[in-house]
């Protein structure tokens, strides 16, 4: 069984660019969540997704996110007109269950680190 | 909110020697509290938690965390360091978000150096 698998590893995106992130949860996990690491910070929660719905986006900026998981293929994290403090690495979560329920814990995949210049 | 400190910002040790790595928490009702660990340029790996029952929680790697209710901690500790063992490592608590929902919130992490 994969783990949870993002990329690019890593993506150079000129100011103005659109960044696309992609991740697979690993198999059998319907729940999505997305987080970014700024610079000397912790992670920061971005968004939660099930399968073709948007369940939590109140860590997500209101402008230039957003995000998506089809029902087919990966979730997707786009961010539009990158700027230089979009620069982060970017990481991706999966559940196979609600994460209130006890024995349930998230896991994390290797991470996009996005570059803007 | 839920949240967790993590009061170091590094921590060094001598290879062989007890390391500890500190997390206090704040919550409302029981807390759920997990450790992670982040190697360089790699994604966050799960070490333990502490859902309910004892106190001593044991996890991957000889990593154990001790949950004190009284003291509002759950310190992460390791009998003897490896050098292996230097990464950033991150405390986290299952908080509710302002949407309802319910996702890992995370302290700002822990920077292990293990010397040799």
């Known amino acids: 069984n994969a783990g949870v698998m993002q990329n690019p590893r890593h993506l150079v995106r000129r100011r103005g660019q659109e960044a696309r992130l992609r991740c697979s949860p690993m198999k059998g996990h319907s729940h999505v969540y997305w987080y970014r690491q700024l610079p000397e910070e912790g992670l920061k929660f971005m968004v939660y997704l099930q399968k073709e719905n948007i369940i939590d986006e109140s860590g997500m900026p209101k402008e230039r996110f957003s995000a998506e998981f089809p029902k087919e293929g990966p979730s997707i994290l786009r961010i539009q007109q990158v700027v230089r403090g979009d620069s982060a690495a970017y990481f991706c979560?999966?559940?196979?269950?609600?994460?209130?329920?006890?024995?349930?814990?998230?896991?994390f995949g290797q991470g996009t680190r996005l570059t803007v210049v | 909110a839920q949240s967790v400190a993590q009061p170091e910002d590094q921590v060094n040790v001598a290879e062989g020697n007890p390391l500890t790595v500190k997390c206090t928490y704040s919550?409302?009702?029981?807390?759920?509290l997990f450790w992670y660990v982040q190697y360089p340029n790699r994604g966050l790996q799960f070490l333990l938690k502490y859902i309910t029952g004892d106190n001593l929680v044991k996890g991957s790697y000889g990593f154990e965390a001790e949950f004190n209710k009284s003291q509002t901690s759950f310190h992460l500790k390791k009998p003897s360091a490896l050098v292996s063992d230097s990464a950033l490592y991150f405390c986290?608590?299952?908080?509710?978000?302002?949407?309802?929902?319910?996702?890992?919130?995370f302290g700002r992490g822990t920077s292990l150096i293990v010397h040799p």
């Open positions: 919550v409302s009702g029981n807390p759920y």
């Open positions: 986290a608590v299952r908080d509710r978000t302002s949407g309802g929902s319910y996702i890992p919130t």
């Open positions: 979560a999966s559940s196979p269950l609600l994460l209130r329920e006890r024995d349930t814990e998230a896991f």
